[in-house]
């Protein structure tokens, strides 16, 4: 039997199902970066070391930094879930008070407020004991409405009246799991050796194998 397309969609034909699976858009709007990581997970030293490059030869250092930010955004995209490496800033737009937990992207959450407009339209900032903030280590960061509490009325015609601001990542490069760093090490060092050409085989498939160990599942 075919699976529903969408859950709470219509069953498939011959029962009257719609061409299309019905619209149900995500809670969350479009990630803003606000404060953008600083430093890198490798410095080229370190690259070079892996590389087999001389310390001293320096004429490639420019283009071997430039692939040390490229791998890490690789690896930040290839993760099940995706992830945050260095540590960032960024707001969360939200279209209402949420059901249940209000899961996060780009772990691991390292901390977080939220701020929402209430109905005459004035930004104010949610008093932390009415929710619950869980940071699991290999999960997505959750918000809770805290038992016995009750969310505060909202502007009603904005589209995201409620604005979650967090702080994510694991740290300074030292702080990245062992596992992420050497797949940032694979990405530098096969796209440095093979510039202009497609990855290698063996070397993608070391790269997905580590970010896969990272990963937990999809965030939605």
Excluded at 85 to 98: F, G, Q, S
């Amino acid at each position: 039997m075919s699976q529903l397309p969408y859950p709470g969609s219509f069953p498939p034909a011959p029962y009257g199902a719609p061409d299309q699976p019905l619209f149900v858009p995500s809670l969350l709007g479009p990630l803003q970066l606000v404060t953008p990581p600083t430093g890198r997970v490798l410095d080229v030293p370190e690259a070079k070391l892996h590389l087999r490059i001389p310390g001293d030869q320096d004429d490639e250092d420019e283009y071997l930094d430039g692939l040390i930010e490229a791998a890490t955004l690789a690896v930040e995209e290839s993760i099940p879930g995706h992830r945050q490496l260095l540590t960032a800033a960024w707001d969360v737009p939200v279209r209402c008070w949420w059901q249940g937990g209000l899961k996060l992207p780009r772990p691991p959450l390292q901390s977080v407020t939220v701020s929402y407009y209430d109905q005459a339209g004035v930004l104010q900032t949610l008093d932390p004991s009415l929710y619950v903030v869980r940071a699991p280590t290999r999960g997505p960061g959750v918000l809770r409405r805290a038992p016995n509490q009750s969310w505060p009325a909202l502007q009603v015609d904005r589209d995201y009246p409620v604005l979650v601001h967090m702080t994510s990542g694991y740290g300074t490069g030292n702080n990245v799991p062992a596992t992420l760093r050497q797949a940032v090490r694979l990405w530098v060092a096969d796209a440095f050796e093979n510039r202009g050409d497609a990855p290698g085989q063996a070397a993608l498939d070391a790269f997905n194998r580590l970010c896969d160990l990272a990963g937990y599942g999809a965030y939605p």
